[in-house]
DNA sequence: TGTTGATAGTTACAAAAGCAACCAATAGCC
DNA sequence: GGCTATTGGTTGCTTTTGTAACTATCAACA
C-alpha cells in the first residue's frame, strides 16, 4: 500500500474499508435479520444494552457514534417488538432508562454467541500479531480519519 | 483481537470495518461534494472511467460492486453535469460506451490528487509491512467475508 | 424465421438514512 | 419567580438506497 502513482482502487484505504465494512456487515446481517427480523441499527443497540446495562439514549448516541433520529427509531422498533423496556428516570424527566427485556437479553446472548463464531471465522487467517496491527489501524481510522 | 469472552465492540470486526470506513469516507466525501456537488457513487464511477478508460456501465458493476441501478443513477447524473458522455456501439445497441468529458478529465485528475494526499495522511503513521497487513486483511474481507 | 432465453440498462415503488424543525423538561441567571 | 438557553428525544420531509418488474436488444437453436 504504497503512495506513489498511479492510484489504485485497492490502495485507497477508504475505498478498501468500504468493501470490506459492506461485505462483512452484510453478511452478518442476515443472522440478525432472519431470526429477529432486526435492521442494523437495532442490533447496534441491542447489543450496546446488553453489553453496558441499561442506559438512556442519548448515552447509546455518544457511545454508539449514532444520530439520535436512528436510535430513536429503532428503540421504537425494538419496543414494540418486546425487545426492551423504558422506564422515566424520576430525578429528570427528559431521561428514559433503556433496558432489555428476558426477550432482549435471550436475543442479545444468542446474537453474541453468533458474532464471536463470525467474529472468529473472519480473523481466523491472521496471527495475533497481524490482527493487533489491524486493530489499531481500524481504530485509529475510525478515531480521527 | 482475540476470541475469548466477553465480546467487545472494539473486537467485532465489521463494527470495526463499520466505524473506519464511515468516517474516512465521510471526511473524503466533503471534498468532492464540495467542490463537485458529487455523491459517492458518482465519485466512484467517475474514478472508474478515470482510471481504467471506456468503459460500460457493466463494466463498472462488475469491477465496482455496484448494483447497475446504482450505476444508472450515476451515470445519468455525471451525464446531466457534462462529466461524462455515452456512445452507442455500433454491433450491440445494448451496450453503451461510457467516457470522460475533459471536464470529466479535470475533476478526476483533481480528485485523484487529493485522494492521494488523503491516503498518504491516513497511513502516515504505519510501517511499509503493517500497511501491507492491514491491505491483505482488508481484501480478504471485502472477497470472501 | 420464430420462439425462448439471456443481457444491458431504466423505471417505479418501498425501505432506510439524513436533516431540520419541533416539543417538553430542566438549568442558569437576572 | 420569570426569562432565556440547553438538553433529551420525537416527528416530518427530503434524499438515497434496495428490490423487483419492465423495455429493448441480441443469441441460440429448433
New interface residues.
Given amino acids: 500500500?504504497?503512495?506513489t502513482?498511479?492510484?489504485?482502487?485497492?490502495?485507497?484505504?477508504?475505498?478498501?474499508?468500504?468493501?470490506?465494512?459492506?461485505?462483512?456487515?452484510?453478511?452478518?446481517q442476515k443472522y440478525y435479520k432472519a431470526n429477529y427480523g432486526m435492521l442494523r441499527t437495532e442490533w447496534?443497540v441491542l447489543?450496546h444494552l446488553g453489553?453496558y446495562g441499561s442506559l438512556t439514549a442519548k448515552e447509546i448516541c455518544s457511545r454508539a457514534?449514532i444520530h439520535k433520529t436512528k436510535v430513536s427509531r429503532a428503540v421504537v422498533a425494538l419496543e414494540a417488538r418486546r425487545f426492551l423496556t423504558r422506564t422515566e428516570v424520576a430525578h429528570d424527566r427528559r431521561h428514559e432508562m433503556l433496558s432489555l427485556t428476558p426477550k432482549g437479553r435471550a436475543a442479545f446472548d444468542d446474537l453474541?454467541q453468533e458474532?464471536?463464531r463470525?467474529?472468529?471465522r473472519?480473523?481466523s487467517?491472521?496471527t495475533?500479531d497481524?490482527?493487533?496491527?489491524?486493530?489499531r489501524?481500524?481504530?485509529?481510522?475510525?478515531?480521527k480519519?
Avoid at 497481524?130 to 486493530?135: G, I, N, S, Y
Fill in positions: 500500500m504504497t503512495e502513482d498511479p492510484l489504485l482502487l485497492q490502495n485507497f484505504v477508504p475505498y478498501l474499508l468500504n468493501q470490506a465494512a459492506e461485505a462483512t456487515s452484510l453478511d452478518f447496534r447489543f453489553r457514534n453474541v458474532a464471536k463470525y467474529n472468529t473472519l480473523l487467517a491472521f495475533e497481524e490482527r493487533a496491527t489491524v486493530q489501524f481500524l481504530i485509529r481510522m475510525a478515531d480519519a
